[in-house]
């Protein structure tokens, strides 16, 4: 493995928002992220994509403070994820796919409870879950279990979650995930604002036309490696993301045969 | 076709076994258990062969009756029907209905329940072989029998699908029974009483009941043994149509079913408002206490624990007015504490991957330890003081009641603290949110039991210097050593709850990612 020396943010260069320095893991025999490192520019809206099992997941758990790396590190705006965990998860929201959320409690209840273990008091907490649960068309079954809740709005009620202490990082895994295109626009409108106001967003998503409308930096990962990365016009270098996404990770089989299908 | 799906549910319960050896174990576990009591059931049967016909027919027509009404009821009691062999799934292939009948009913009796009835319901063919007619009788009766116990299983489960699947419905009839199963005890103890003062009353509802679709089929063999050809005619009339009649049920009940799915998401429920999170006070301990009382009473796997508490001192009642000796009745305080203190060992367990909010959010863990512990308290404390003092207005015995409360508060703020750093460090493996309490947990199970039995032993330990206060007191007779331990309780058990939380905490805060990297195993 090639650990490549942090460079210091000079002047002209503002300290990145999130900066992930060869992060590698191995599960067993397999390893899932092999070396990534990466820089995403403050005020980004950055799209990390890749098939399944790139290590996307893994790669956004190691950044998080969620899972620890065997190598690298992350930085969150200067801080050491792995260092000072308890100031890095200040200043990032997470919404982690495939966990479990505490889902018996309310919706009300679950964001509320969100605010509250991250020290916030009370009155700010009530005012900012109330216009979280409207913004994201939660008003109506704020008080209904979130176990009893849809996948899509089981993924809205997390993002929520993520969002309740106005983190400077918002990292999503996967955030359109069986979400309906109504609340989709309304969460993307929440998040080209929060980006406008100079927050920082990655969201991980394998929808490509999605990331290429949304985002403006992308980043290309498969078999835990970054393939490429960079705004999304260079990414795509004049293709369309699917396109070069595909020509980058390879794997299209183009076999004949199937002829029977069409045989009737 | 028919043998098309048995293949098909071997492959699937030989798949289940291969994913872990632990499968197996269980299995072979489960298998022993059923043989040793079909072996019982089975040599009982053979033992009537030599009794008077009267009672031979009393015993299997009531044991046919029996084995039905559990079919019947147990897999919707415990949301454990076997679901291997699903209909659903069969939706897209156009399987034609009768050959998907007759498989799915052939491949409900492959499986420890469906071959222990069958070898019991077999057996009865031994009862009854004292002619060859009354033992041609009892196989068909057999047969009938075990097929209509099995196919009543199938429209019960068929039926209540849509109840079923309701999450209420689940989390209620989970906790429910627990309530028959703890008091198994007194249940049978009164049923054999029942038995024992009324042998005419069982002959006369046996002779009733297999008349009934419940006993006419185990009835075949005693009446061709008796001699009673008519009867015996009548009543194989009434196992076939019974059979046919579920049959037919079964059928209707399927085909709706299979075009109209169970909805699951019918019975909400709503509670107003932050409710607990807005009456605790707004610091990071209190929400996690807050959140976990509502596991307490939303949470069957929770529910089940509190079920149990206040029957356990209605058994040890019954246990001591049965003996006359309310020895273990005095310490069903310091029992009570022992088992709502271990309770939260398993707490990080049973929150599974939502444990990730805790460490995204980079909660102290000395807050997560204290609000899980406060939470358990505040009812634990309350409860222990009245399970102390209770038993002594019936015993009257007082001078032992500071000793007995001092080791009670003691067992409860030690294994709180206890229980906050074995949670902190193991992972158990327990059922998932949403899962039955009684569904075979996914996981390790050795390390489970090491985790439990260990923590268990240290436990000990630890609260060794009041056991042996209380011991003293017993001995001697003295009331010192009683006084002393209301004193020690509290005090060295406050002092291990505090270092307990605080060295939870600080293994919670090194390693948090570590420990949701063990949950997410599980999953």
Same mark, same amino acid.
């Given at each position: 493995?090639?650990?490549?020396?942090?460079?210091?943010?000079?002047?002209?260069?503002?300290?990145?928002?999130?900066?992930?320095?060869?992060?590698?893991?191995?599960?067993?025999?397999? @390893?899932?992220?092999?070396?990534?490192?990466?820089?995403?520019?403050? $005020?980004?809206?950055?799209?990390?994509?890749?098939?399944?099992?790139?290590?996307?997941?893994?790669?956004?758990?190691?950044?998080?403070?969620?899972?620890?790396?065997?190598?690298?590190?992350?930085?969150?705006?200067?801080?050491?994820?792995?260092?000072?965990?308890?100031?890095?998860?200040?200043?990032?929201?997470?919404?982690?796919?495939?966990?479990?959320?505490?889902?018996?409690?309310?919706?009300?209840?679950?964001?509320?409870?969100?605010?509250?273990?991250?020290?916030?008091?009370?009155?700010?907490?009530?005012?900012?879950?109330?216009?979280?649960?409207?913004?994201?068309?939660?008003?109506?079954?704020? $008080?209904?279990?979130?176990?009893?809740?849809?996948?899509?709005?089981?993924?809205?009620?997390?993002?929520?979650?993520?969002?309740?202490?106005?983190?400077?990082?918002?990292?999503?895994?996967?955030?359109?995930?069986?979400?309906?295109?109504?609340?989709?626009?309304?969460?993307?409108? @929440?998040?080209?604002?929060?980006?406008?106001?100079?927050?920082?967003? @990655?969201?991980?998503?394998?929808?490509?036309?999605?990331?290429?409308?949304?985002?403006?930096?992308?980043?290309?990962?498969?078999?835990?490696?970054?393939?490429?990365?960079?705004?999304?016009?260079?990414?795509?270098? $004049?293709?369309?993301?699917?396109?070069?996404?595909?020509?980058?990770? $390879?794997?299209?089989?183009?076999?004949?045969?199937?002829?029977?299908?069409?045989?009737? | 076709?028919?043998?098309?799906?048995?293949?098909?549910?071997?492959?699937?319960?030989?798949?289940?076994? /291969?994913?872990?050896?632990? &499968?197996?174990?269980?299995?072979? *576990?489960?298998?022993?258990?059923?043989?040793?009591?079909?072996?019982?059931?089975?040599?009982?049967?053979?033992?009537?062969?030599?009794?008077?016909?009267?009672?031979?027919?009393?015993?299997?027509?009531?044991?046919?009756?029996?084995?039905?009404?559990?079919?019947?009821?147990?897999?919707?009691?415990?949301?454990?029907?076997?679901?291997?062999?699903?209909?659903?799934?069969?939706?897209?292939?156009?399987?034609?209905?009768? &050959?998907?009948?007759?498989?799915?009913?052939?491949?409900?009796?492959?499986?420890? =329940?469906?071959?222990?009835?069958?070898?019991?319901?077999?057996?009865?063919?031994?009862?009854?072989?004292?002619?060859?007619?009354?033992?041609?009788?009892?196989?068909?009766?057999? %047969?009938?029998?075990?097929? +209509?116990?099995? #196919?009543?299983?199938? #429209?019960?489960?068929?039926?209540?699908?849509?109840?079923?699947? +309701?999450?209420?419905?689940?989390?209620?009839?989970?906790?429910?029974?627990?309530?028959?199963?703890?008091?198994?005890?007194?249940?049978?103890?009164?049923?054999?009483?029942?038995?024992?003062?009324?042998?005419?009353?069982?002959?006369?509802? !046996?002779?009733?009941?297999?008349?009934?679709?419940?006993?006419?089929?185990?009835?075949?063999?005693?009446?061709?043994?008796?001699?009673?050809?008519?009867?015996?005619?009548?009543?194989?009339?009434?196992?076939?149509?019974?059979?046919?009649?579920?049959?037919?049920?079964?059928?209707?009940?399927?085909?709706?079913?299979?075009?109209? =799915?169970?909805?699951?998401?019918?019975?909400?429920?709503?509670?107003?408002?932050?409710?607990?999170?807005?009456?605790?006070?707004?610091?990071?301990?209190?929400? %996690?206490? !807050?959140?976990?009382?509502?596991?307490?009473?939303?949470?069957? /796997?929770?529910?089940?624990?509190?079920?149990?508490?206040?029957?356990?001192?209605?058994?040890?009642?019954?246990?001591?007015? &049965?003996?006359?000796?309310?020895?273990?009745?005095?310490?069903?305080? =310091?029992?009570?504490?022992?088992?709502?203190?271990?309770? *939260?060992?398993?707490?990080?367990?049973?929150?599974?991957?939502?444990?990730?909010?805790? %460490?995204?959010?980079?909660?102290?863990?000395?807050?997560?330890?204290?609000?899980?512990?406060?939470?358990?308290? +505040?009812?634990?404390?309350?409860?222990?003081?009245?399970?102390?003092?209770?038993?002594?207005?019936?015993?009257?015995?007082?001078?032992?009641?500071?000793?007995?409360?001092?080791?009670?508060?003691?067992?409860?703020?030690?294994?709180?603290?206890?229980?906050?750093? *074995?949670?902190?460090?193991?992972?158990? +493996?327990?059922?998932?949110?949403?899962?039955?309490?009684?569904?075979?947990?996914?996981?390790?199970?050795?390390?489970?039991?090491?985790?439990?039995?260990?923590?268990?032993?240290?436990?000990?330990?630890?609260?060794?210097?009041?056991?042996?206060?209380?011991?003293?007191?017993?001995?001697?007779?003295?009331?010192?050593?009683?006084? *002393?331990?209301?004193?020690?309780?509290?005090?060295?058990?406050?002092?291990?709850?505090?270092?307990?939380?605080?060295?939870?905490?600080?293994?919670?805060?090194?390693?948090?990612?570590?420990?949701?990297?063990?949950?997410?195993?599980? /999953?």
């Amino acid at each position: 493995m090639t650990f490549q020396p942090p460079v210091p943010p000079g002047p002209s260069s503002p300290v990145p928002a999130l900066s992930l320095l060869g992060l590698a893991k191995r599960f067993g025999d397999k @390893i899932a992220v092999d070396g990534i490192s990466l820089d995403v520019p403050a $005020g980004s809206f950055y799209g990390v994509v890749g098939p399944n099992g790139a290590g996307k997941t893994t790669t956004l758990s190691m950044a998080t403070g969620l899972l620890r790396p065997d190598f690298g590190t992350a930085l969150v705006h200067g801080v050491d994820v792995w260092q000072h965990p308890l100031e890095a998860k200040k200043l990032m929201g997470i919404l982690p796919d495939g966990v479990r959320l505490f889902d018996r409690l309310s919706g009300e209840q679950l964001v509320t409870y969100a605010g509250l273990l991250r020290g916030m008091d009370r009155e700010m907490v009530a005012s900012r879950v109330a216009e979280l649960l409207a913004a994201l068309d939660l008003g109506n079954d704020a $008080g209904t279990l979130v176990v009893d809740y849809s996948a899509g709005m089981t993924k809205k009620i997390a993002l929520a979650s993520a969002l309740i202490h106005a983190p400077r990082l918002l990292v999503l895994d996967e955030p359109f995930e069986s979400v309906d295109p109504i609340s989709a626009a309304n969460i993307r409108d @929440i998040l080209d604002r929060y980006v406008a106001s100079g927050g920082t967003v @990655i969201v991980s998503s394998h929808v490509m036309d999605l990331v290429q409308r949304m985002c403006d930096h992308v980043a290309v990962v498969a078999g835990g490696r970054v393939l490429a990365a960079g705004t999304v016009e260079e990414v795509r270098a $004049g293709a369309s993301l699917e396109d070069r996404f595909v020509q980058l990770v $390879g794997g299209r089989n183009h076999t004949e045969g199937l002829e029977w299908l069409r045989t009737f | 076709m028919v043998a098309h799906l048995l293949r098909l549910k071997l492959t699937l319960l030989r798949n289940s076994v /291969r994913r872990s050896p632990w &499968q197996l174990v269980g299995l072979g *576990i489960g298998a022993l258990y059923a043989l040793g009591v079909v072996g019982v059931l089975a040599a009982g049967l053979l033992v009537l062969r030599g009794q008077e016909i009267e009672l031979a027919q009393t015993v299997v027509v009531l044991g046919g009756a029996t084995a039905l009404l559990g079919w019947a009821i147990i897999p919707v009691a415990v949301s454990a029907a076997d679901m291997t062999l699903d209909p659903a799934r069969f939706t897209t292939f156009a399987v034609p209905m009768p &050959q998907l009948l007759a498989g799915l009913a052939l491949g409900g009796l492959i499986g420890i =329940p469906g071959i222990a009835t069958s070898l019991v319901a077999l057996a009865t063919v031994g009862t009854w072989s004292r002619s060859l007619p009354a033992a041609g009788g009892a196989m068909a009766g057999a %047969v009938l029998g075990v097929l +209509s116990c099995v #196919v009543l299983s199938k #429209v019960v489960t068929t039926a209540t699908a849509g109840l079923a699947s +309701s999450r209420r419905f689940k989390d209620i009839s989970a906790v429910a029974f627990l309530i028959p199963l703890v008091l198994t005890g007194p249940i049978v103890a009164g049923i054999a009483r029942g038995i024992a003062g009324s042998g005419d009353f069982l002959a006369g509802l !046996a002779q009733t009941l297999s008349w009934t679709p419940a006993g006419a089929a185990f009835a075949l063999g005693g009446e061709l043994a008796a001699g009673n050809y008519a009867a015996a005619a009548v009543k194989f009339l009434i196992a076939v149509a019974t059979l046919a009649g579920l049959g037919l049920a079964w059928k209707v009940l399927l085909q709706r079913a299979l075009v109209t =799915p169970p909805y699951a998401g019918t019975s909400k429920r709503r509670t107003g408002g932050a409710g607990l999170f807005r009456l605790l006070p707004a610091t990071p301990s209190a929400a %996690v206490a !807050a959140r976990s009382l509502y596991y307490w009473l939303r949470d069957p /796997r929770y529910a089940g624990a509190l079920v149990v508490v206040p029957l356990l001192p209605v058994l040890m009642l019954f246990q001591g007015s &049965q003996s006359g000796f309310y020895g273990p009745f005095q310490f069903v305080g =310091p029992l009570t504490a022992f088992l709502l203190a271990w309770s *939260i060992s398993t707490d990080v367990s049973y929150d599974s991957t939502a444990f990730a909010l805790h %460490v995204a959010t980079g909660v102290r863990g000395a807050d997560d330890r204290l609000g899980r512990a406060l939470a358990c308290l +505040s009812f634990a404390l309350p409860v222990v003081l009245i399970f102390s003092v209770g038993p002594f207005f019936f015993t009257g015995d007082w001078e032992k009641l500071p000793a007995v409360l001092g080791l009670a508060l003691g067992v409860l703020f030690t294994g709180l603290g206890l229980a906050s750093v *074995i949670s902190a460090r193991y992972t158990v +493996s327990v059922p998932l949110p949403g899962d039955s309490p009684f569904k075979k947990p996914p996981g390790n199970v050795a390390q489970t039991l090491a985790v439990q039995f260990g923590g268990m032993a240290v436990l000990m330990v630890l609260v060794a210097p009041e056991v042996a206060l209380v011991a003293a007191q017993f001995i001697t007779g003295s009331a010192v050593p009683g006084w *002393i331990t209301l004193v020690l309780g509290p005090v060295l058990g406050l002092a291990l709850f505090a270092t307990g939380v605080r060295a939870g905490g600080a293994w919670l805060d090194r390693r948090g990612p570590e420990l949701l990297a063990q949950l997410a195993v599980n /999953r």
